[in-house]
C-alpha cells in the first residue's frame, strides 16, 4: 500500500467503515458495501471494479442520494474535517454541489430535457449564492467559455439532445464546477461517449482539477484509462475495497482479483 | 416558445390529420343514418300517409337520389350549417344543440377544473410519498372512480343533500323563478348572468351546478390524479432528477420545478381526453340531475327515434373530440422540446 501522496491534513473527505444494505422484497437485508475505509486528497483517486462491486454506491451514499429501501451507515464521514453523518437533509442540501459534485455517465439522460441549458447551470449557481438572474447566466456564459465550448451562446440556448455526448458532458462539467467544489466525483464519466471524445474529456477534466487544486474521484470500470490517468488507485470487488494502491504500481499490484482484471485487460 | 420551419410544419401534418379524421366522421355518420332500420320518411309524413304524399316527402329528403348524390347534399347541408331537424319537434338541429351544449360545457368544464385542481396536487403528492397515506387516498379515490356507477353515485348525492340535508337545490340549471331573467348570450349561465351583472341568478346557478360538476369531478379526480402519480414516479426515476439532487435541490424544489412542467405536456393529453369525454354529454348524470345538456337531449332523441337529432349530437361529440386533440397535439409541440426533433 502506497498512501504516501496523501497522509494527514491533506485529506478532503474521510470516509470509515461505510456500510450499505439493501432491503429485498421479502424483507431480508442485503448488504452490499461492507465496511469500507478510505480517504480522497488534492488528487486524482480511481475506483475500479467491475459492475456491481459497489463503486457508484460508494459515490451516492457520500452524498446521500440514495434509492429509497436502502440503509446507509458509517462511523464517520468527513470532508475538511466536518462530519457529514450527522447533517439533517436540509443541511445536507446545502452542502452537496456546493462541496462535493457530481457528473454522471450519461449527459442525455443527466440533463432536464425541457429546460435551456443556460438556465440548468444558472440553478445550479443561484441554489448555492445570493445573486440575480441576470448575473448567474452571465457566470454560466462564462463557465461554458471554461469548458471550451464551441459557439457558447448558442449552448445557452439549447436543449439538451440539440447537443452532442460529448457537448452535453462539457455543460456537466460546467455545471458542477461552476460552485466551485472541492471533490468532483466522476461516475464513469466517459463511458457513454465516443473513443476520441473520451480523451477529450479526460484532459479537460484533468486540465480543470489541476487548475484548482480540488480532489477528483474518477469511477470507472476501464482499469488502463484509470491507470494512465489518475494518480492512486482502489480496487473493488463484491463491496470491499481489496486493493489501494499508487496508479504506476498498479502493474505490480498483488491481491488476486486486481491480478486477475489486469490479466484480463491485456489478453484483450 | 420555438416557431420555425419545422414548427409550423408539424402544425400543418396535425391540422392535416384532423381534417382527414373529420371527412371520416362525416363518411361514418352518412353511412349510419343510411343503415338504420328507421325509415325516415315515415318519421316525417306519419303512419296514415298517403302513397303520393309518402313519395313527395321521400323526393323532398332527396332520398330517391344515388347514394354518392345523397352524400354529396349532406355534405353541402354541412358545409352551410344544416343539420336538418328534428322529427320530433320540427325544431332545427343546429339550434337544439346550441341550446343544450353550453349547459353540458358549464358542466363538463366545471367538473374537468375540479378534477386538475384537485386530481393533479393529489397524484404528485402520492408520487412523492409512495405508499405513504396520500398514496392510500388517491388509491381509494382511484378505485371508487372506477367501481361506483355515475348513477349510483348521483342519487345517493342527491339524497343526502337535496332530500335529507336540503343544502342544494333540485334539478335544472336554475330555480325555476329565475329562468329567463339571463338571456342568452354565451349559453353559459355563470357567464351570462355575470355579465349581465344578475348576482342572483348567478349564486342560484352556482348551487345547482355544484353536485352534480362534484360527482363528475371525483370521477374527473380518480382518472388525472391516478395518471399524474404514474407521470411523476416515471419521471422520478429520470436520470436528470438525481443530477438536481447532487446540485443541491430539495425533492420538495425538484418536484416542482423540474419534475411537474415534465409532465405537463402528458397531463395535457388526458385533461383533453377527460374533458372530451365529459362533453360527450355525462347520460347518466345529465339524467339524474335534470340537466338540460347534450347528454339528456341525445337521450331523448335516442328514446324517440329522432335519427337526425341523435346524427346532429354525435357530429358534434365528434368534432369537439376532433379539436380538443388537435389543440392538445399542438400545445404539446409548442412546449416540448422533446416532440420538436
Avoid at chain 1, 497522509?7 to 461492507?34: A, C, K, W
Avoid at chain 1, 466536518?82 to 462541496?99: A, Q, Y
Avoid at chain 2, 323563478?177 to 355563470?190: A, M, R, S, W
Wanted: glycine share 8%; with cysteine.
Amino acid at each position: 500500500m502506497n498512501r504516501s501522496a496523501n497522509d494527514g491534513m491533506n485529506n478532503l473527505i474521510e470516509v470509515e467503515n461505510l456500510r450499505v444494505s439493501f432491503r429485498t422484497r421479502l424483507g431480508e437485508e442485503s448488504e452490499v458495501l461492507h465496511g469500507i475505509s478510505f480517504n480522497v486528497g488534492h488528487e486524482k483517486l480511481g475506483i475500479v471494479g467491475e459492475s456491481g462491486s459497489g463503486k457508484s454506491i460508494t459515490a451516492r451514499s457520500i452524498l446521500r442520494i440514495m434509492p429509497p429501501g436502502s440503509s446507509t451507515t458509517a462511523d464517520s464521514i468527513s470532508f475538511k474535517g466536518r462530519e457529514l453523518t450527522t447533517l439533517s437533509e436540509k443541511e445536507m442540501c446545502k452542502f452537496r454541489g456546493k462541496h462535493i459534485s457530481m457528473i454522471m455517465q450519461d449527459p442525455k439522460y443527466s440533463l432536464n430535457p425541457t429546460m435551456r441549458i443556460g438556465d440548468q447551470i444558472a440553478e445550479m449557481l443561484r441554489l448555492h449564492t445570493k445573486i440575480g438572474k441576470k448575473e448567474a447566466l452571465d457566470r454560466s456564459l462564462a463557465a461554458l467559455e471554461s469548458v471550451h465550448m464551441r459557439d457558447p451562446e448558442r449552448v445557452m440556448r439549447a436543449y439538451p439532445l440539440e447537443l452532442s455526448g460529448g457537448m452535453g458532458q462539457r455543460v456537466m462539467i460546467a455545471m458542477m464546477l461552476i460552485t466551485a467544489p472541492g471533490l468532483l466525483i466522476a461516475d464513469e464519466p466517459t463511458s457513454a461517449l465516443d473513443v476520441s471524445v473520451q480523451l477529450q474529456i479526460l484532459s479537460l477534466l484533468d486540465e480543470l482539477v489541476t487548475k484548482s487544486n480540488m480532489g477528483l474521484m474518477f469511477i470507472s470500470h476501464a482499469l488502463h484509462m484509470v491507470s494512465s490517468f489518475c494518480d492512486r488507485v482502489i480496487v473493488m470487488y463484491k463491496g470491499n475495497i481489496v486493493e489501494t494502491c499508487a496508479a504506476s504500481e498498479l502493474a505490480n499490484a498483488t491481491h488476486p482479483y486486481t491480478r486477475r482484471l489486469l490479466d484480463a485487460t491485456e489478453t484483450i | 416558445m420555438y416557431i420555425n420551419k419545422t414548427f409550423f410544419r408539424e402544425m400543418a401534418k396535425v391540422l392535416f390529420s384532423a381534417l382527414v379524421t373529420l371527412f371520416g366522421l362525416l363518411i361514418l355518420t352518412f353511412f349510419i343514418a343510411r343503415l338504420l332500420p328507421i325509415d325516415p320518411v315515415l318519421a316525417v309524413v306519419g303512419e296514415q300517409a298517403s302513397e303520393a304524399a309518402y313519395e313527395r316527402a321521400r323526393q323532398d329528403l332527396g332520398l330517391d337520389k344515388s347514394l354518392f348524390q345523397q352524400l354529396i347534399l349532406y355534405l353541402q347541408n354541412i358545409v352551410q350549417g344544416d343539420l336538418g331537424q328534428s322529427f320530433l319537434t320540427r325544431n332545427d338541429i343546429v339550434d337544439d344543440l346550441k341550446r343544450v351544449f353550453p349547459a353540458t360545457i358549464e358542466l363538463a368544464t366545471t367538473a374537468t377544473i375540479i378534477g386538475v385542481l384537485i386530481g393533479v396536487p393529489l397524484g404528485t403528492w402520492a408520487a412523492a410519498k409512495q405508499d405513504g397515506w396520500p398514496d392510500h387516498v388517491a388509491r381509494f379515490l382511484g378505485v371508487l372512480g372506477h367501481s361506483v356507477p355515475a348513477f349510483w353515485l348521483g342519487m345517493i348525492a342527491l339524497l343526502i343533500f337535496y332530500a335529507k340535508l336540503g343544502v342544494v337545490p333540485g334539478p335544472g340549471r336554475v330555480d325555476d323563478i329565475y329562468y329567463g331573467l339571463v338571456t342568452q348570450q354565451t349559453g353559459l349561465i355563470l357567464v351570462d348572468s355575470l355579465m349581465q351583472g344578475q348576482i342572483e341568478v348567478f349564486r342560484n346557478a352556482v348551487s345547482h351546478l355544484i353536485l352534480p360538476a362534484t360527482v363528475l369531478g371525483i370521477f374527473s379526480v380518480a382518472n388525472i390524479s391516478r395518471m399524474t402519480r404514474n407521470f411523476v414516479l416515471a419521471e422520478l426515476r429520470q436520470e436528470y432528477v438525481t443530477t438536481a439532487r447532487v446540485k443541491g435541490m430539495d425533492m420538495r424544489t425538484i418536484i416542482i420545478r423540474q419534475v411537474l412542467p415534465n409532465t405537463f405536456v402528458s397531463l395535457i393529453t388526458v385533461i383533453a381526453l377527460q374533458l372530451g369525454a365529459l362533453l360527450e354529454g355525462a347520460v347518466l348524470t345529465e339524467t339524474i340531475f335534470g340537466w338540460p345538456g347534450l347528454g339528456l337531449y341525445m337521450k331523448n332523441s335516442l328514446l324517440n327515434a329522432d335519427t337526425n337529432a341523435v346524427l346532429g349530437g354525435t357530429l358534434l361529440v365528434g368534432v369537439t373530440f376532433i379539436l380538443l386533440n388537435t389543440g392538445a397535439d399542438a400545445l404539446y409541440r409548442i412546449l416540448d422540446p422533446r416532440a420538436r426533433n
